[in-house]
């Protein structure tokens, strides 16, 4: 069988800074499945092209192309259904959408100005002029006024944003109880992206999010643990 390719972002020293990237390649993992890492630069983006859109993650499973996180862990699901369950029950994934895009769209989203800043350090010199004037647009400030913008203070009001996660773990290892779901990787996927562009701890030791981060980076050999990234 050949290997399942993932294209996945990558900056320098190999950071793998897509969080929708963490997501898709730890389902692969979770599933044991066989795949290999396609590296792509911002300014790569034409070698997407095959996929009819352009961002990543794509994996491409033989002749199947299929682009979006969320969609490639409803692929894989689907298609090795003999192998780990990413998703309890039906009901689950269906509830875990709404998750996905709560988790997206309210707690990345806030975070989201906060790691920008450090993210510049961390991207090729030939993907920087798309980087700046893409993000410029994106948020309407330059990394300057993103970087005077944020203090601690931002910092412990996202950590406190996190009070029902920390509900849902209190007694258990892992959001999906005595092992890790599709929900473990939602937000890991966060907690990847941060630790591979900023040196700023957005999660501290003590916290019992801080404890389940720790065993998520030991999962599968060390998967995520061994990448390049920060280290709190
Ligand atoms: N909803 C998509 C979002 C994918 C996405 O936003 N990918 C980003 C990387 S994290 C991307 O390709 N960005 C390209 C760019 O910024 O030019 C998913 O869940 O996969």
Request: hydrophobic share 40%.
């Amino acid at each position: 069988m050949t290997k399942i390719k993932l294209y996945e972002l990558v900056g320098l020293d190999e950071r793998y800074m897509s969080p929708f990237c963490w997501r898709a390649k730890m389902a692969l993992a979770h599933k044991k499945l066989d795949f290999e890492i396609v590296p792509i630069k911002f300014t790569e983006k034409h070698k997407l092209k095959f996929s009819d859109q352009e961002q990543v993650p794509v994996i491409v499973d033989g002749e199947q192309v299929v682009a979006d996180s969320w969609s490639i862990a409803c692929y894989l699901e689907d298609t090795y259904s003999d192998a780990a369950s990413l998703f309890t029950s039906e009901d689950q994934r269906r509830l875990l959408r709404v998750f996905n895009h709560w988790f997206d769209e309210i707690i990345t989203l806030k975070l989201f100005p906060l790691v920008l800043p450090d993210n510049f350090d961390v991207v090729y010199p030939e993907d920087m002029d798309y980087y700046i004037e893409s993000r410029r647009q994106w948020t309407g400030k330059t990394r300057e006024e993103l970087t005077q913008d944020r203090s601690e203070d931002d910092f412990i009001a996202w950590r406190a944003s996190l009070a029902p996660l920390r509900e849902q773990l209190n007694g258990f290892d892992y959001f999906g109880g005595i092992s890790p779901n599709f929900q473990d990787y939602i937000v890991f996927s966060t907690f990847m992206w941060a630790r591979a562009v900023s040196p700023w701890p957005i999660i501290k030791p003590g916290d019992i999010i801080h404890d389940w981060r720790e065993r998520m980076l030991g999962l599968y050999d060390g998967l995520a643990g061994k990448t390049t990234g920060y280290h709190y």
